[in-house]
């Protein structure tokens, strides 16, 4: 079956403008994660969805970031006024509810603020 | 405090040598699943394996084994005769039953299988 898919793959932006990046979960997958990874870094969590629940903001760094999830599916995770600093690779996964589950992740969005 | 530890930033290896991975954590929580994950040059990570807090029980999958100890809390992972296409990021992971939407991952350990 599909795993989770992001888009864009790669995400070329000015300093100042603002970003949205794309997160396709697994169908059934009711938790969504979204992690910041910079350059040989490890994983940075960011925000954590979970159903129809309050969403878990508590690593999002700054409040240029926001995030939703439309529909339980689909998440958008946007940055705006991009600062060089944000230049990462944005890694989104997605699990089954429950603690056993392991995570799937998608291939990521490798942002570049120039 | 919920922390995981993973102290070898880097490790390189020539090919068909042996190597472990060391993961050590930290929780007050009885209930908790321990995972890795690997990440290849590729990027994307992979599911590699889970232990919940109340088996101990070591596992063998091929060339790879893990070791769960509660009492020194570490989940060591050992590569057996390692090819270059173990070369990747390996993280470690806690989940937490108090806490269902923190993950706590390691920092990673970049391994190098030279031929």
């Known amino acids: 079956g599909a795993g989770v898919s992001q888009s864009p793959s790669n995400k070329v932006t000015e300093k100042g403008k603002d970003v949205e990046l794309r997160c396709d979960p697994i169908?059934?997958?009711?938790?969504l994660y979204w992690y910041r990874q910079s350059l040989g870094q490890g994983l940075e969590f960011l925000i954590y969805?979970?159903?129809?629940?309050?969403?878990?903001k508590s690593g999002l760094p700054s409040d240029r970031f926001s995030a939703e999830r439309t529909g339980g599916s689909v998440s958008t995770l946007t940055i705006q006024r991009t600062q060089q600093e944000d230049s990462a690779v944005y890694l989104c996964?997605?699990?089954?509810?429950?603690?056993?589950?392991?995570?799937?992740f998608g291939p990521g969005t490798r942002l570049t603020v120039t | 405090a919920q922390k995981v530890t993973q102290a070898q930033t880097e490790i390189s290896v020539v090919e068909k040598e042996d190597v472990t991975l060391d993961c050590v954590y930290e929780?007050?929580?009885?209930?908790?699943?321990l995972f890795w994950y690997k990440q290849p040059p590729s990027g994307e990570l992979v599911f590699l394996i889970r232990?919940?807090?109340?088996?101990?029980q070591n596992e063998i999958s091929g060339r790879y084994s893990w070791n769960f100890q509660k009492s020194t809390s570490s989940f060591n992972f050992t590569i057996t005769a390692s090819q270059v296409v173990d070369s990747a990021v390996y993280f470690c992971?806690?989940?937490?039953?108090?806490?269902?939407?923190?993950?706590?991952f390691g920092s990673g350990t970049r391994l190098s299988i030279r031929p």
């Open positions: 969805f979970q159903g129809n629940s309050a969403p878990d």
């Open positions: 992971a806690l989940s937490l039953y108090s806490s269902a939407s923190k993950i706590i």
């Open positions: 929780t007050r929580d009885t209930t908790y699943y």
């Open positions: 996964a997605s699990k089954v509810s429950g603690i056993s589950y392991e995570q799937y």
């Open positions: 232990r919940n807090s109340f088996d101990e």
């Open positions: 169908s059934g997958h009711t938790a």
